[in-house]
């Protein structure tokens, strides 16, 4: 009897790891395997994805906040402006004064030395002419031996008329010199009544301008200004500085500007502008100072001077970090009545340079720091962490 058998396998779980089966259908003379796909029934465990990450943005402080204080900047800067005119003239009045007095003084010289000529030929005619005019006449033989005698006798008359002219100059001369310092000396007290009150008026939009940023940006001289290639900004704000590096400056004694003046409200923090140890001194026209030596070891240092006070546990050799608070603005030394902060670079313990392009590019950071993320102060190292052997300070000299 023939014919056709089947049967069929039906597919059983395999143990884990398995992924086939085996189904057969043998039928008259032939067998058919076929390969089906099994689920993986290995347990899994569900996949958890990490909530992404969002940082808060920073604070938006409105434009016409920030055009507010630009426009107080601006105002400042321009008052600012106005006080360094205002000094430039006084000390040009000053240098004529000055000149005025070494001319007078000539004057004074020479018109003495008239009087004394004068004195002489006085003296001579008053003792001499008359026994010389009766010798004259008496000791002439004739008409044109007397006519002789006579002509001499004029020229020396002519010579004390020269002498009499030459004091009468002087006279004149000293006059002319003692007016023109008359009415410099009313120039100069002028002159410093408008520095003076340009100065008061510069402190007065400062004060402004302090409680202007402090009422829009609460806390910002809580943080450094922002950093440019290394170098802060060294005046909190609100701040104000022109260009007056090698401006004539009276003394005692007369010298240039060694560094650039910033002005800023009392006690406006001063602020490391670079990694360093510091020293501090106190005297002279620069009240109480502070020198911040560079930690890089290239020599460079910069000089603060007219300040408050220092930052307290301020102490020589003591390290500080760029934006560490080591001071405050004052008006100490010949600052008085004029809060600043008189700023000086000496590259490689060399000269004085000019302050006011590094300054002007640094002020571009504070600026930016006014509409930034707000960040703490950096954290002062350790009070123990001094150095212990500084450079030589610097020879004291003329800052104002």
């Known amino acids: 009897m023939t014919g056709t058998v089947s049967s069929t396998t039906t597919p059983l779980p395999e143990s884990p790891g398995s992924t086939s089966t085996t189904e057969a259908t043998p039928t008259v003379g032939t067998t058919t395997t076929s390969t089906t796909p099994v689920p993986d029934m290995t347990p899994t465990t569900p996949s958890v994805s990490a909530p992404p990450v969002t940082t808060a943005p920073p604070p938006t402080i409105p434009p016409e906040i920030l055009a507010e204080i630009a426009a107080a900047r601006a105002d400042l800067d321009r008052v600012t402006q106005a006080v360094a005119e205002a000094e430039h003239e006084r000390v040009r009045l000053e240098t004529l004064y000055r000149t005025n007095q070494v001319r007078a003084n000539a004057a004074r010289t020479h018109l003495a030395e008239a009087r004394a000529a004068v004195e002489r030929r006085a003296v001579a005619a008053y003792k001499g002419h008359q026994a010389e005019l009766l010798d004259i006449v008496l000791g002439s033989e004739t008409a044109e031996s007397l006519t002789n005698r006579r002509l001499l006798l004029e020229a020396v008359f002519a010579a004390d008329a020269d002498t009499l002219s030459s004091f009468r100059a002087a006279q004149a001369r000293l006059a002319d010199e003692e007016a023109a310092l008359r009415s410099l000396t009313q120039q100069q007290i002028q002159a410093e009544q408008d520095v003076r009150a340009k100065e008061e008026d510069l ?132 600052a008085l009545g004029a809060p600043h902060c008189h700023f000086e670079i000496h590259p490689g313990s060399g000269p004085a340079v000019d302050p006011f392009p590094i300054l002007t590019s640094a002020d571009r950071g504070a600026a930016q720091a006014l509409a930034s993320p707000r960040s703490a102060l950096p954290a002062p190292p350790a009070s123990t962490d001094t150095v212990t052997a500084l450079p030589e300070p610097p020879p004291p000299g003329p800052i104002d």
């Open 203 to 334: 402190k007065t939009r400062l004060d402004q301008a302090d409680r202007l940023v402090k009422a829009r940006l609460p806390g910002v001289n809580e943080r450094p200004p922002l950093a440019v290639n290394g170098f802060v900004f060294p005046v909190g704000q609100p701040h104000s500085f022109s260009s007056d590096f090698g401006d004539y400056r009276a003394g005692p004694p007369v010298h240039s500007h060694q560094g650039n003046d910033i002005f800023a409200p009392y006690g406006t923090p001063l602020f490391a502008v670079v990694d360093g140890a510091v020293a501090i001194d106190e005297g002279g026209l620069g009240g109480r100072m502070l020198v911040l030596y560079a930690g890089d070891g290239s020599g460079t240092y910069y000089l603060y001077a007219h300040l408050q006070d220092w930052a307290p546990g301020m102490k020589d050799g003591l390290r500080v970090v760029a934006g560490q608070v080591v001071g405050f603005t004052g008006d100490t030394g010949n």
